[in-house]
């Protein structure tokens, strides 16, 4: 197996998807981070996200991780979606690749539930932002 890199890791998808759907009843898998820019490098993990049918148990997340690093010779950074923050989960929202998706409507509905925990999140921090560090800050959000 070759070297993995931001210009060939969608060669990578079928082995990749097939390692998680053997282990997990999947929705959609997020590809996201630094693998899609040119910021990736030789020690740079892959960030992958999932979103799953079922509960995800994070030390069989982490096992699934690990399995997944030994069959890409590179370190993975797997989470599960539906249990990040949602400040991540907007950082994965605005620069992702989906590598797989069985279900639109469910995957779109997680989406949906992230991005208004995000504008709650905001409403509720929005006077503590602007009071600390200035009108500007906020818009930036």
């Known amino acids: 197996m070759n070297t993995i890199n931001n210009k060939n890791i ?39 996200s999932v979103i799953s049918e079922k509960d995800v148990d ?18 993975i950074h797997l989470i599960d979606f539906v249990k990040a923050n949602e400040v991540l989960k907007i950082e994965i929202l605005k620069n992702k690749t989906i590598l797989f998706e069985k279900d639109e409507e469910k ?11 995000y504008q709650k999140l905001n409403e509720e921090r929005e006077i503590i932002i ?12």
């Not at 759907?21 to 693998?35: C, E, N, Q, W």
């Not at 009108?135 to 930036?140: D, L, V, Y």
């Open 10 to 48: 969608l060669f990578y998808q079928h082995e990749i998807i097939g390692f998680l759907k053997s282990r997990l009843d999947l929705i959609a898998v997020y590809l996201y981070g630094s693998i899609l820019t040119s910021q990736f490098n030789d020690q740079s993990d892959i960030d992958i």
């Open 58 to 75: 994070p030390l069989a997340l982490y096992e699934i991780s690990a399995g997944l690093s030994v069959l890409l010779k590179r370190d």
């Open 107 to 117: 995957r779109l509905y997680h989406e949906m539930n992230a991005l208004t925990a």
């Open 130 to 141: 602007k009071t600390k560090y200035g009108e500007a800050a906020w818009r930036s959000l």
